[in-house]
């Protein structure tokens, strides 16, 4: 499957949810996570090699990589539902994955079901599929990566009224980025780079 036809599909369900839950939606959502943190125990296996150099009188030679905890601050937009007892809440966005020197764009899509223990205390799973364009390497080392596609799902927890504090933890795969090409002088210790982790998410939720 190409990644044009994977994005449309992203994209068609986003849609499609809401589209079908229009009838019974009662609220428009506004879903902000500035503080996201991703703990991939993978990521720093991943090194690139500069070439050697002399300092000093001394050879160096320069290594770059991705270190253990990334950052996904993101936004979404979507529909709520009320089913009385709990809310269905269906939601796409866009949000920006940095891990040192590197950087993806995140396009993904969410389905949350939160039961209400209380009027303002809602918990429950939810679950998401992610597409990262894009991505680049700011560093020395010239690396292109490919594009890459994930998934996560966990629990998240909301305590507010109108706008509600939301906190979640969830397990994200994230499909290895593929290393495609390497700069003259430069090596890699892998031909791909994971960030599957745990991903912690504080955010605010607004029901309009």
């Known amino acids: ?62 290594i770059e990589q991705p270190n253990s905890v990334s950052t996904i601050p993101n936004l979404k937009l979507g529909v709520g539902i009320d089913t009385g007892s709990a809310y269905v809440d269906l939601t796409g966005g866009a949000g920006l994955l940095v891990n040192d020197r590197f950087r993806s764009m995140m396009l993904d899509v969410d389905g949350a079901y939160q039961y209400k223990f209380q009027k303002n205390v809602l918990f429950g799973p939810h679950i998401g599929l992610a597409y990262y364009p894009a991505p680049d390497w700011y ?19 909301s305590v507010g009224f109108d706008i509600l504090f939301t906190f979640a933890i969830d397990y994200a795969y994230i499909q290895p980025f593929d290393v495609d090409s390497v700069a003259e002088g430069w090596e890699v210790s892998d031909d791909s780079v994971d960030f599957s982790g745990l991903l912690f998410q504080f955010g605010m939720k607004g029901r309009f």
């Open 139 to 157: 560093g020395d080392a010239d690396i292109e990566f490919s594009d890459s596609m994930g998934a996560m799902f966990g629990l998240q927890l």
């Open 1 to 62: 499957m190409s990644k044009q036809v994977t994005v449309a599909i992203l994209v068609a369900s986003a849609l499609l949810m809401s589209g079908n839950a229009f009838a019974v939606v009662k609220d428009i959502i506004v879903d902000v996570r500035p503080a996201s943190l991703l703990v991939n125990w993978s990521a720093d296996d991943f090194k690139a090699r500069g070439p050697v150099e002399f300092r000093n009188r001394a050879e160096y030679e320069e």
